[in-house]
C-alpha cells in the first residue's frame, strides 16, 4: 500500500510542475488516483518515469472506461496503472476523454509495454491513441464492427463472415 | 561434365511459417507469423485473441459472487490463484478482512498452485525440447494436488473453492495431513527433474544464452514473475506489499542473472521449493475458526439452514437475487500468480454487479515482447522460448 507521506510527495509535485493539468486527486482504500488533463499526458507520463524521487519505471496496465451508464464528466477515461520498481510505489492515473470519437496520445515512447494495452483499449473501447507504433485490434478478429466493451454494444449481435446459406 | 548451379534469388525471399493458431508446440491458441531466411528467424509477428471469449464483458452482467467460476477459466494451470485474485479485488473494494484460517488455506493452496503450475511449464517446456521422460515427473505430483483440492471442494481442476469473503466450505479433517504427505513426495520429482535436467549438456545447448533479456529491457516491457527475475530483478508481491501474512513467512527470492530460457528454468526450480517452504510454514501455523466471515450480507448460509430456518432462507434469497452491493469506488488489487503480477481493477457503481473489470494478465506483458526479442534466433530455438514464457492463453486471451 501506498503510505500517506509517499503519495504527498507524488501529488506535492506533480502539482508544482503540472499546477494546472492535476484535476483532482482521492484516496480511495489505499488507491492513490489522480485525475489528469488528457492533453497533458505524455508529459506528465514522462515526467513520472524520469523524475528520480518519482520513478515509476514500469507501466503494469492501460485500460479504458465507459462511463455511459455512470454518472460522470465525460463517456470515455483512460486509465494508467505504474509501479516503482526502486521506490515501491503505485499511482493510477485517469484522464477523462469528453468527445465522441476519444483520442489521447500514446504513451509507447515512454514505456514499450504500452504497445499492447493501448491496442487492446482501441480493440474494444475504440479509443484512439495517437502516434501509436501499430494501432490494430488485437482482441478480436479484424473483421470486428464496433466496440464491444462499449456500454451501448449489443451483445446479442452476430458477425457473419459468409452469407447464410439459404 | 560440369555443375551450373543458378544463382537463386534470394532477396526479398523469406520464407514465412505459420505457428498455430492450432499448433502443437504452442500450448494454447496462439498463432505466431514468422518469417525466416534459412532457418533464422527476421521478423516475427505475434497475434492472439484466438481464445477470447469476453471475461470482462460477462462480468459486467454476473452479480460479483458469480464471477468466481470465471476466475477459474483464467489462468488454468493453477486456478486458485485467479479465486484468491478475484476475492481478494472485491474484498478490497468492501473493506473486508477475512479470518486468519481463510488466509493461511489460501497461502497454503496458492503455493501448491504455484508449484504445480511451475511443474507443467517446466514439464511441457522440456517435452518441447525433447527432454520426455521429465514431462512425467512433472505431472505426477499435479495429481496429487488436485486430490487434495478435491478433498476441499470436490472439484479437481476448476476449482471455485473462494468466495467473497471466505471459501465455499471449510478444509477437511486430513488437510493437514495429506498436506505433508505432498510435500515429502515432491522434493523427490523435483530432484529427478534436476537431476537430469540441470546439467544436462543438450539442455544446456539448447536453452543457455536463448533469448537473454536484460533487467531494464524486461522492466520497460512490464514483465513480471518468474521470467522478470530470471533478469536479476528481486520483485516479488508477496514480499514487496506482503498480503495474507507473508511478511511473516520465511522464505527469500530466487533470481536469475541473463533472463534466458535456462535462467527461467533454474527460477522457477527454485521457487518450488521455497513455496514448500511457505506451505511448511503455514501448516504449522494454521489457526483454529471459521473460514468465512460473520457476516451475511456477503456469505451463503448453510445449505442445511436454508431449508430449515426463514431467516437463512431469506439471507440465501436476498444474495442470490440481489447480490452484494458495494459502495461506489474503484480498487486495484494484485497478487503475486505463478506468471507474476496478476491485478484486477473494479470500478463499481453501487449496484449489484461490477459496472467495469480490467485483468491484468501477466503474460499479455511478456508476450508483447516477443515481436522484439525472436528476430535473429533459430526456428528451433523460438520453441524453447515460448514454452519458458508459461503463456497460458486463458489469461491472455480473457
Known amino acids: 500500500m501506498t503510505s500517506n507521506v509517499e503519495q504527498k510527495v507524488i501529488v506535492k509535485k506533480l502539482k508544482s510542475m503540472f499546477p494546472e493539468s492535476i484535476l483532482e486527486v482521492t484516496d480511495f482504500r489505499g488507491d492513490l488516483q489522480i485525475l489528469v488533463d488528457r492533453e497533458k499526458i505524455l508529459e506528465i507520463c514522462r515526467y513520472l518515469k524520469t523524475d528520480k524521487e518519482l520513478n515509476f519505471n514500469m507501466l503494469l496496465d492501460v485500460c479504458g472506461v465507459d462511463y455511459l451508464q455512470m454518472n460522470s464528466q465525460a463517456r470515455f477515461a483512460v486509465v494508467y496503472h505504474m509501479y516503482s520498481l526502486n521506490k515501491k510505489h503505485r499511482v493510477r492515473l485517469k484522464a477523462f476523454l469528453n468527445d465522441d470519437t476519444p483520442v489521447v496520445e500514446s504513451v509507447c515512447s515512454i514505456w514499450k509495454s504500452a504497445n499492447w494495452f493501448e491496442r487492446e483499449a482501441y480493440d474494444l473501447f475504440g479509443i484512439q491513441f495517437k502516434n501509436h507504433p501499430n494501432l490494430k485490434r488485437i482482441l478480436t478478429h479484424p473483421n470486428f464492427h464496433g466496440h464491444p466493451l462499449r456500454k451501448d454494444y449489443d451483445s446479442t449481435k452476430r458477425h457473419p463472415q459468409v452469407e447464410r446459406r439459404k | 561434365m560440369t555443375l551450373t548451379v543458378e544463382p537463386l534469388e534470394r532477396l526479398g525471399e523469406l520464407m514465412v511459417v505459420n505457428i498455430g493458431p492450432i499448433h502443437p508446440a504452442t500450448h494454447g491458441t496462439i498463432y505466431l507469423k514468422a518469417y525466416l531466411d534459412g532457418e533464422v528467424i527476421v521478423k516475427a509477428e505475434p ?3 484466438y481464445l477470447h471469449r469476453c471475461f470482462e464483458k460477462m462480468c459486467e452482467t454476473h452479480p460479483y459472487h458469480t464471477v468466481m467460476p470465471y476466475t477459474d477459466r483464467l489462468n488454468y494451470c493453477s486456478c486458485f490463484m485467479n479465486n484468491v485474485g478475484w476475492a481478494m479485488a472485491v474484498e478490497k473494494l468492501l473493506g473486508l478482512e477475512i479470518t486468519p484460517k481463510c488466509q493461511y488455506v489460501r497461502v497454503i493452496l496458492n503455493e501448491f498452485n504455484r508449484i504445480i503450475d511451475h511443474m507443467v511449464c517446466i514439464g511441457t517446456n522440456l517435452v518441447d525440447v525433447g527432454a520426455l521422460t521429465n514431462f512425467w515427473y512433472a505431472f505426477q505430483p499435479r495429481e496429487m494436488v ?6 476441499c471442494c470436490g472439484a479437481r481442476l476448476t476449482v471455485n473453492y473462494c468466495q467473497i469473503g471466505g471459501l465455499i466450505r471449510d478444509i477437511p ?34 536453452t543457455k544464452g536463448i533469448n537473454p533479456v536484460t533487467a531494464d529491457q524486461a522492466i520497460d516491457w512490464g514483465w513480471t514473475g518468474p521470467c522478470l527475475r530470471a533478469c536479476g530483478v528481486a520483485y516479488d508481491v508477496r514480499k514487496a506489499h506482503p498480503y495474507y501474512d507473508y511478511d511473516k513467512f520465511d522464505f527469500s527470492i530466487p533470481t536469475g542473472t541473463n533472463g534466458d530460457v535456462y535462467d527461467r528454468y533454474l527460477v522457477r526450480i527454485a521457487e518450488m521449493y521455497q513455496s514448500m517452504k511457505i506451505i511448511e510454514q503455514a501448516l504449522e501455523g494454521l489457526p483454529d475458526g471459521p473460514v468465512t466471515v460473520k457476516d451475511n450480507r456477503y456469505i451463503f448460509p448453510e445449505k442445511e439452514n436454508v431449508y430449515s430456518n426463514i431467516e437463512s432462507l431469506m439471507n440465501h434469497f436476498k444474495l442470490v437475487m440481489h447480490g452484494i452491493k458495494p459502495p461506489v469506488g474503484e480498487v486495484y488489487s494484485y497478487t503475486e500468480a505463478a506468471n507474476g503480477e496478476l491485478g484486477f481493477y473494479l470500478i463499481s457503481d453501487g449496484g449489484s454487479h461490477p459496472y467495469r473489470v480490467k485483468v491484468r494478465p501477466p503474460c499479455f506483458a511478456i508476450f508483447q515482447a516477443m515481436e522484439d526479442m525472436l528476430p535473429g534466433h533459430m526456428i528451433a530455438d523460438l520453441i524453447a522460448i515460448l514454452g519458458s514464457l508459461n503463456l497460458v492463453m486463458g489469461e491472455l486471451d480473457r
Open chain 2, 47 to 49: 497475434d492472439v485473441g
Open chain 2, 146 to 151: 488436485y486430490t487434495l483440492l478435491e478433498k
Open chain 2, 173 to 206: 479433517s486430513d488437510f493437514d495431513n495429506e498436506s505433508k504427505t505432498i510435500l515429502k513426495a515432491l522434493p523427490r520429482f523435483i530432484e529427478d527433474i534436476e537431476g537430469l535436467i540441470t546439467h544436462n549438456r543438450i539442455f544446456i545447448d539448447r
